[in-house]
C-alpha cells in the first residue's frame, strides 16, 4: 500500500460540523396532532386504520403540509421541515383543493400569530411561500398493483431528479394500502406455477412492494406514512362505552392481551405487517361534537397501538382542519393559537 | 402486459440470448419483471459471460417501464389541471348545489344513498337534465332498472322560449343505455373510454361528455357479492376504479345510487355494498325523505373536503313541476 493510499485511508470522514448536521438533519420530528404522542425519525414506517370516513387523509394532509412549509420565511416562524413530500395516491380521491385551502389556512395562521396588525383586511397570505409550499407536494396515481410496482421500481430516479433542484424529500405518503386487495387475491387463484415464474398473488404483489420500499429507505432518508382502509365490518358492537371498557380494563389488568388483538380485522400480509413500526387506529365516536352550535359534526378517537400508548385523543374535523377536543371535560390543547382562542370563546359563549 | 418477445421489434438488445437469461429466472413477461429484484437480477447477469449486454438489457427494460409511468405532478400542476379541466355541474337542484359548494365535481364520483323511492332516481334525472340544458354537455345514463323516463327530464327543462326546441335540443344530448349486470356493464364503460380516446384524438368539437349516470350501481353489485370468495368484491373494485378512471382521465363527473340495507337488530338501515365499497367514492349523499310533509333531506356521509354531517332539506321533485 502506497503512503498516499495508507493517508487516505486514515483520514476522517467526515468533520464534526458535516456529521452535526447530517445528525441534526435525520433527527427525529414531531407533526402536528393527532400524530403528535411519538416523535418520527427517518426508517419509520406509521400505518393508520380505519373506516372509511375517519379522516385519514385529513391526517395525510395535514402532516404533508407541515412538511412542506419552511422553518422560517421573511422573518415569520411557520415550523415547517421544508422537504419534498411524495404522496401516492391509490384510492384516486385526493383533492388538491384542501391540500391548498389547509396550506392557504396554516400561512394565515402563522402569519397572524406572529406579526401583529390591527387591520385584519390587510392580512394575506405570501403567494411566492405558498407557490413553493405547492412545488414540494409531488402526487403520483396508481389503479392497480402493476402500476404501484412499476412506480416504486422507478422512484428513485425520480426522487433524485426532484431533490436535484434542492429540497430533499422527507415523507412517502401511501393512501391507501389495502387499496387492491380484492383484485390482487383474484389473482391469487389464476397462480401459473409453471417455470420456477412468480405469480402475481397477493403475497407475491406485497412482498415485493416491502421489498422496493426497503431499497428506497436505504437511499433516501424517508419517513412512510400510509393509511388503511379496513375492508370487513367491525366485529364488536360499534357502543362506543362497551369499547371504552374493554381497553380500560386491557390498560390496567393485562396491556399485552389489547396487542396481540387488534380492534379490527387485519387482512394484510404478514411482510407488510413486518414492515410497519408505528401504528394508530381510528373510530368514529358514536357522540357528536355539538359545541359548535350550527352543525353536527362526527367526532372520531385515535389511538396508538404501537407504541401502545393508555391515551385516547378525540379529534373532530371542521373547515379549518383537525381540533383535538379531551372527552370528558371538553377542554382543549394542543390547537394552534388563533384557533384556540376562537374555540374558547364558543364554549364560554 | 406484454412478454418479453413483443419489445423485441422497437428494443434489439432485448433479444433471444437476454429473453434465455430471464426465462431462467423465471421471467417471461414485463408483469414478471415488475415482480423481481433488479439488483439480485442484475447480479446473476454479473456471472454470465454477456453480462453487460444483460445489463444493459436490464436497464433498458427499467427505462421502458419508466416510460409507461404516469408522471410526478406536484401541487400547482395538479390545481392548475383542476381550475382548467375540473369543472362544477349544478345538479339542478339548489339545496345539493349550496351544500356541495357549486354541485357535482367533474373527475369525481359522487354516490347517491338512499332507501327506496327517496329520490334517487329523480336526483339523477334533474341532474341529467340541468347539465344537458345549462352546461351544453352530453349525458351517459346507464339506467339498470328500467327507471329512466324521458317525459320525466323534459319536465326537469327550465327554458321558457321556444319550449319544444329546446326541450329536443336537451334530450338529444342525453343517451340512455340499459344495463342489466356487471359484464355488460364493463364491456360498455370500455366502450365508452375507446370512444373518448379517440375522440381526444380527432379533437372533436361536438359537445363534450360531462356526466355519467349510473343508476343505480348496487343492482349491478349486489348479485355477485355473497359468499367468502374475493371475485365479486374485486369485480366491485374493478368497477369503481375503471369509473374513477374515467372520471379522472376524460373530465367527467359520474354519479351513482346505491340502496339501504338494514343494519343488525336495531332497525337502523345502512348503505349496501359494505365496507370495501366505501373507499371507492369521492362523495357520499344520504337521500331521505320524509313522507308526511315530503320533505327530502340531503346529507353529506363523506366528502373530499367537507367535514361529513352536513345536511340540507330540499323541497321534494314530485311538486317540482312548476317550470312546465
Not at chain 1, 414506517?45 to 373506516?51: L, Q
Not at chain 1, 433516501?220 to 362505552?241: D, F, G, Q, R
Not at chain 1, 385523543?313 to 373547515?319: E, L
Amino acid at each position: 500500500m502506497g503512503e498516499h493510499e495508507a493517508r487516505g485511508w486514515i483520514r476522517s470522514d467526515e468533520t464534526a460540523k458535516q456529521m452535526l448536521s447530517r445528525v441534526l438533519g435525520d433527527r427525529a420530528f414531531l407533526l402536528l396532532p393527532p400524530l403528535h404522542r411519538v416523535p418520527l425519525r427517518a426508517g419509520n414506517v406509521v400505518e393508520i386504520t380505519g373506516s372509511s370516513p375517519t379522516a385519514k387523509t385529513q391526517i395525510l394532509i395535514q402532516a404533508a403540509i407541515t412538511c412542506i412549509l419552511p422553518k422560517t420565511w421573511n422573518g415569520v416562524h411557520y415550523g415547517g421541515l421544508e422537504k419534498l413530500v411524495l404522496f401516492l395516491d391509490l384510492d384516486c380521491r385526493f383533492d388538491v383543493l384542501r391540500l391548498s385551502d389547509m396550506l392557504k389556512h396554516r400561512l394565515l395562521e402563522a402569519y397572524q400569530s406572529n406579526v401583529k396588525t390591527q387591520d385584519k383586511s390587510k392580512i394575506v397570505y405570501d403567494e411566492e411561500l405558498y407557490v413553493s409550499c405547492m412545488k414540494r407536494f409531488l402526487y403520483l396515481r396508481c389503479y392497480d398493483s402493476l402500476e404501484l410496482l412499476s412506480t416504486l421500481k422507478t422512484l428513485h430516479y425520480r426522487i433524485r431528479l426532484q431533490e436535484a433542484c434542492g429540497s430533499q424529500v422527507g415523507v412517502l405518503m401511501i393512501d391507501s394500502i389495502g387499496a387492491f386487495h380484492w383484485t390482487d387475491r383474484l389473482s391469487s387463484s389464476l397462480a401459473l406455477d409453471k417455470n420456477n415464474r412468480k405469480s402475481l398473488s397477493l403475497t407475491n404483489v406485497v412482498e415485493t412492494i416491502v421489498q422496493e420500499m426497503k431499497k428506497l429507505m436505504q437511499v433516501h432518508s424517508l419517513v412512510v406514512i400510509a393509511t388503511k382502509a379496513t375492508i370487513y365490518e367491525e366485529k364488536y358492537p360499534t357502543n362506543e362505552n362497551n369499547r371504552n371498557i374493554s381497553s380500560h380494563s386491557d390498560l390496567f389488568g393485562n396491556p399485552s392481551s389489547k396487542a396481540q388483538q387488534p380492534p379490527f380485522r387485519e387482512f394484510m400480509p404478514s411482510s407488510w405487517q413486518a414492515f410497519v413500526t408505528h401504528k394508530i387506529f381510528i373510530r368514529k365516536s358514536d357522540d357528536h361534537h355539538k359545541s359548535l352550535g350550527q352543525q353536527n359534526l362526527s367526532a372520531y378517537l385515535l389511538e396508538w397501538l404501537q407504541p401502545q400508548l393508555s391515551s385516547i385523543d378525540r379529534f373532530i374535523v371542521d373547515d379549518s382542519g383537525i381540533v383535538i377536543v379531551s372527552k370528558h371535560t371538553q377542554i382543549l390543547f394542543h390547537v394552534s393559537s388563533s384557533h384556540a382562542v376562537w374555540y374558547c370563546h364558543c364554549l364560554m359563549t | 402486459m406484454a412478454p418479453l418477445k413483443h419489445l423485441e421489434m422497437e428494443n434489439s438488445i432485448i433479444d433471444a440470448c437476454f429473453r434465455d437469461f430471464c426465462a431462467s429466472h423465471g421471467i417471461l413477461t414485463v408483469e414478471d419483471f415488475l415482480l423481481h429484484d433488479l439488483y439480485e437480477l442484475a447480479a446473476f447477469a454479473e456471472r454470465e459471460a454477456n453480462a453487460d449486454r444483460l445489463k444493459e438489457g436490464i436497464t433498458v427494460m427499467l427505462s421502458l417501464i419508466e416510460v409507461k409511468c404516469r408522471p410526478l405532478l406536484n401541487g400547482m400542476e395538479l390545481l392548475e389541471d383542476l381550475q382548467r379541466n375540473k369543472h362544477t355541474l349544478s345538479s339542478g337542484d339548489n339545496g345539493a348545489d349550496s351544500l356541495l359548494q357549486g354541485g357535482l365535481r367533474e373527475g369525481q364520483l359522487t354516490e347517491l344513498v338512499g332507501p327506496s323511492s327517496s329520490g334517487k332516481t329523480q336526483f339523477c334525472m334533474q341532474a341529467s337534465a340541468s347539465v344537458a340544458e345549462k352546461q351544453d354537455g352530453r349525458v351517459f345514463y346507464i339506467d339498470t332498472g328500467n327507471s329512466f323516463c324521458a317525459r320525466r327530464i323534459a319536465q326537469f327543462i327550465c327554458g321558457s322560449s321556444d319550449a319544444a326546441a329546446l326541450r329536443k335540443r336537451v334530450l338529444s344530448r342525453i343517451s340512455c343505455h340499459t344495463v342489466y349486470d356487471i359484464y355488460t356493464m364493463f364491456d360498455t364503460l370500455q366502450g365508452l373510454e375507446v370512444a373518448l380516446r379517440s375522440q381526444v384524438q380527432m379533437n372533436v368539437n361536438e359537445y363534450r361528455l360531462r356526466l355519467l349516470v349510473v343508476d343505480s350501481i348496487s343492482s349491478l353489485i349486489t348479485p355477485i357479492l355473497g359468499g367468502s370468495g374475493s371475485q365479486g368484491r374485486a369485480l366491485m373494485v374493478a368497477l369503481g376504479y375503471l369509473l374513477k378512471k374515467l372520471a379522472h382521465e376524460h373530465n367527467i363527473a359520474v354519479l351513482v345510487t346505491n340502496h339501504t340495507v338494514g343494519a343488525g337488530e336495531s332497525g337502523k338501515t345502512k348503505p349496501a355494498l359494505g365496507e370495501t365499497w366505501k373507499s371507492i367514492p369521492h362523495v357520499r349523499l344520504m337521500l331521505s325523505r320524509d313522507h308526511r310533509n315530503s320533505n327530502c333531506t340531503i346529507s353529506i356521509l363523506k366528502h373530499t373536503s367537507m367535514p361529513s354531517g352536513k345536511t340540507v332539506r330540499t323541497i321534494t321533485r314530485k311538486d317540482n313541476q312548476q317550470c312546465l
